[in-house]
């Protein structure tokens, strides 16, 4: 049973324009969320987080969204640029829980288009 | 620089033998964890270790095998059981005793199964 999903397995926008990347999760016992980006053939880079006291959390061109009650947050990315093409994996955690593992989404492959 | 390195960049076995992967940090991280990716899907944790000489399973264990004799490091063994070894295989650490800490990857490692 997946706890963290991202139903869009892929993102096509033209450079310039907003990205906007979705996931849902169903544990409410998650506290802590997280996106990374992955490169091919690489292992993940952390992006940004946000925890659940907050509603969103900005840096740089990166802001996520936490909609706690619908069990939703969302990555925006603004404005886009052609490096910004990778995976994108949203990930949640539960509180102090076990060395803070994470559970990871299925990933939405962004594609910036020049 | 502090960083997570995981060796070989790739790896080939043939069936029936069992293969290492190794994972070293020198960032002083108390928690270190071992995740598997499959083609156009997210990262399922395999083990997890948060102290030196522990670890548990994680969502995947089957097949698999880890040690933790030292902070710094944490191979995975896939065994001869493993059925479907063929993956890409990410090394993490977090230090365990912050609370919402982001988690740092190592490179990968590609084991494919001759």
């Known amino acids: 049973d997946q706890q963290v999903k991202q139903n869009s397995p892929s993102l096509s926008v033209q450079e310039g324009r907003i990205s906007i990347l979705n996931c849902d999760y169903t544990?409410?016992?998650?506290?802590?969320f997280l996106w990374y980006k992955k490169y091919p053939a690489e292992g993940p880079t952390f992006l940004i987080s946000?925890?659940?006291?907050?509603d969103k959390n900005e840096d740089g061109r990166f802001t996520v969204f936490l909609n706690k009650s619908a069990k939703h947050l969302s990555l925006h990315i603004v404005p886009s640029q052609p490096g910004d093409s990778a995976v994108y994996f949203c990930?949640?955690?539960?509180?102090?829980?076990?060395?803070?593992?994470?559970?990871f989404g299925g990933g939405t492959r962004v594609l910036v288009k020049p | 620089d502090g960083g997570i390195t995981q060796s070989p960049k790739y790896l080939f076995r043939k069936e029936g033998q069992n293969v290492t992967l190794s994972c070293e940090q020198n960032?002083?991280?108390?928690?270190m964890y071992w995740y598997r990716q499959d083609p156009g899907q997210g990262l399922r944790l395999i083990y997890y270790?948060?102290?030196?000489?522990?670890?548990q399973k994680g969502d995947i264990a089957e097949g698999y095998s880890v040690s933790r004799e030292k902070k710094e490091s944490f191979p995975l063994t896939v065994t001869s059981a493993q059925k479907n070894p063929t993956a890409f295989y990410l090394c993490?650490?977090?230090?365990?005793?912050?609370?919402?800490?982001?988690?740092?990857f190592g490179q990968g490692t590609r084991l494919t199964v001759v």
């Open positions: 544990n409410s016992m998650f506290d802590y």
């Open positions: 960032l002083n991280h108390d928690a």
């Open positions: 993490a650490s977090t230090r365990a005793s912050a609370m919402n800490t982001e988690a740092f």
């Open positions: 990930a949640a955690s539960f509180p102090k829980a076990a060395g803070n593992k994470l559970t």
């Open positions: 270790s948060q102290i030196v000489n522990d670890f």
């Open positions: 946000i925890s659940s006291i907050k």
